[in-house]
Every structure is written in structure tokens, then in C-alpha cells.
């Protein structure tokens, strides 16, 4: 049993920075692939980013590469999403996930946050 919570967000102009925080219980963290999907009211779940166990491999949306950089601390059982350079449309609930696979579809993973706000202003 993995639990997730979320913090970081908050409310920043378009081209600033944000910080997310993923922090996990649990002793098998670091065997967990986690990922950051994201949500706007009357949309699906989009999938943001992804990284591997060990931190060695991610996963970036195309709307996010290059923007966005996910990283893990397993020793401090935290994953981070760095968000630069930040858009409006990037303004939604942003949820981090834990599961066995890489994938980019929300159902493949099993344990996630209650989320945290992002709201990004023009």
C-alpha cells in the first residue's frame, strides 16, 4: 500500500515556475514507476509525465517537454515535478501516481493523491 500526497501548487504568471512535490508512505516507493497527470473540470485525466523506479528513464507529454522535468528522491520517498516556463492552459489539478509500468493511461496505476492547484495567469 502506497499513499501519495501532493503540494506546490498555487497561482503564478504565465513564464514562472512552480514546484510539485509527490511525498509517499510506504517502504516500496522506490519500486514504484510514478507519474504526474493532470485535470480540468469537464476533461479527461491528461498524463503529464512519467519516471521509472530508479529515476534512470521519464516520460514527458508533448505539451510539457521541455517545460517540464520529473525527478525522484527514493530516499526521501518524494518525486518532483519542476514546471518552467508556464502557460495558462497548464492551469488544472495536478495528481501524482504510483504503479508497476510506465504508461501513459490512467488506469494502469494504482495509488493517487487527492491533487494539488495549479492556476497559471495571463
Known amino acids: 500500500q502506497v499513499q501519495l500526497v501532493e503540494s506546490g501548487g498555487g497561482l503564478v504568471q504565465a513564464g514562472g515556475s512552480l514546484r510539485l512535490s509527490c511525498a509517499a508512505s510506504?517502504?516500496?516507493?522506490?519500486?514504484?514507476?510514478v507519474g504526474w497527470f493532470r485535470q480540468t473540470p469537464g476533461k479527461e485525466r491528461e498524463f503529464v509525465a512519467a519516471i521509472s523506479w530508479s529515476g534512470g528513464y521519464t516520460e514527458y507529454a508533448d505539451s510539457v517537454r521541455g517545460r517540464f522535468t520529473i525527478s525522484r528522491d527514493n530516499a526521501k520517498n518524494t518525486v518532483y515535478l519542476q514546471m518552467n516556463s508556464l502557460k495558462p492552459e497548464d492551469t488544472a489539478d495536478y495528481h501524482c501516481t504510483a504503479g508497476d509500468k510506465m504508461r501513459r493511461r490512467d488506469y494502469d496505476y494504482a495509488y493517487w493523491g487527492q491533487g494539488t492547484q495549479v492556476t497559471v495567469s495571463s
Open positions: 510506504g517502504h516500496t516507493f522506490s519500486r514504484y514507476v
